[in-house]
């Protein structure tokens, strides 16, 4: 048998974050598969990503200029696609990418993130929906959308999920069961988790700026306690954030692997105070690292921490809640009672070596399945 000809499909490609890590890595996995999108911007995306074959639709220089106001013409990118020619489609986004329409003979598996968090009522990367002036628009729009959303997901013949967090939301929205893969994490287990004496100690915290990221609620707090805090990444937020900090907060703006790597090894400990998030790919990295973790006790943080073993939870977006347990963080970080040796070994199931064997061996298990 020949080998089957597989396309990629991904929602957008605009910013870089968990969801375009894992793509990479299915890219590696078929490395002749073009990879169909909606929207491309290459200065927020990864050399790796660059180097691929994207495709985009007629319309994407519609889409680049109003893309957040565009998102009901979504459904009509995807479904236009033409993917007649691939034995195998892969999807991999939170909305629209599974959406593609398949012949009888493909074989079309999608890598679901989430279902769509603006459509069920999770926070969102931004807060313009919220506006008086936009609700009755984007509530009309996302009851079609809503409704859409449910039908295209019965599309897929197999989806794959991130966590069970996920694979419980996929079950309630769309009624379909998923198979959790865990999304890949490069560990190096040759890391020191020995700090530099000369650095000053401080906390650290990593993502894009976003509403739903929370920056804003820890900045209040370590304002407050005049506590050291370095945050990496850019995003939306980024300006207000700004100007809310004390002299005792520092911005990196955009960071290298290796720059990043140097303020995991260097810092007291993360913070990570996303309420619901899908899986939590960055927590599995300060934790390969052997630093604890305070993170708000929800999502799929649940699945990667251990209380007291890996770092604490806190359960309220409670300013005084937070700031009692980051001094008792605090505490037992310069107490030494968390081991870091424990925490890396935690870690370890997560690696990209089990994501790159899981996915393969599957969508090609279910492919000899199809031509049975």
Same mark, same amino acid.
């Given at each position: $048998? ?9 929602? *957008? ?8 890590? !894992? ?16 929207? *491309? ?30 998102? %009901? ?20 986004? !939170? ?6 329409? !398949? ?8 890598y ?46 197999f ?17 379909? =069961? ?26 650290? $915290? ?10 804003? %609620? ?7 306690? =005049? ?19 004390g002299?005792?907060? !520092? ?36 934790m ?24 604490l %939870? ?7 809640? %937070? ?25 370890l199931?997560?690696?990209?070596k ?19």
């Amino acid at each position: $048998m020949n080998s089957p000809k597989v396309a990629i499909v991904h929602d *957008y490609l605009v910013q870089y974050g968990g969801a375009e890590t !894992t793509l990479e890595y299915i890219c590696d996995i078929f490395p002749n598969a073009p990879v169909y999108t909606s929207v *491309y911007n290459p200065k927020n995306l990864s050399e790796k990503l660059n180097k691929k074959h994207i495709i985009t639709p007629k319309m994407e220089s519609l889409f680049n200029l109003l893309p957040k106001h565009l998102t %009901f013409l979504m459904p009509i990118v995807f479904e236009n696609f033409d993917l007649s020619e691939f034995d195998i489609i892969i999807s991999s986004g !939170t909305a629209y990418a599974k959406s593609v329409l !398949t012949k009888p003979n493909q074989l079309h598996i999608a890598y679901v993130h989430t279902p769509p968090r603006f459509l069920y009522g999770y926070s969102v990367e931004s807060t313009n929906r919220n506006k008086w002036y936009y609700k009755p628009v984007v509530s009309y729009l996302d009851h079609y959308l809503k409704i859409w959303d449910y039908v295209v997901a019965q599309r897929p013949n197999f989806i794959l999920t991130n966590s069970y967090n996920t694979k419980k939301r996929i079950e309630k929205f769309y009624n379909r =069961d998923a198979k959790v893969i865990y999304p890949p994490i490069k560990l190096d287990n040759n890391i020191s988790s020995k700090k530099d004496p000369l650095i000053e100690p401080y906390y650290f $915290m990593h993502g894009r700026l976003s509403a739903y990221k929370n920056f804003d %609620f820890v900045i209040s707090a370590f304002n407050l306690l =005049d506590i050291p805090l370095v945050i990496s990444g850019t995003g939306s937020e980024e300006s207000r954030l700004k100007k809310m900090a004390g002299k005792n907060i !520092t911005f990196l703006g955009r960071t290298s692997e290796k720059q990043k790597n140097t303020y995991f090894n260097n810092c007291l400990g993360f913070i990570f105070p996303v309420v619901e998030e899908d899986f939590g790919m960055v927590v599995v990295e300060a934790m390969s690292h052997g630093k604890p973790v305070l993170a708000h006790k929800s999502g799929g943080v649940k699945e990667i921490m251990r209380e007291n073993t890996d770092g604490l %939870f806190f359960e309220n977006l409670s300013l005084d809640e %937070f700031i009692g347990k980051v001094k008792i963080f605090d505490e037992k970080i310069r107490r030494n009672e968390f081991n870091p040796e424990e925490i890396k070994k935690q870690t370890l199931k997560f690696d990209e070596k089990n994501f790159i064997s899981e996915f393969k061996n599957f969508v090609y298990e279910k492919w000899e399945a199809h031509n049975a």
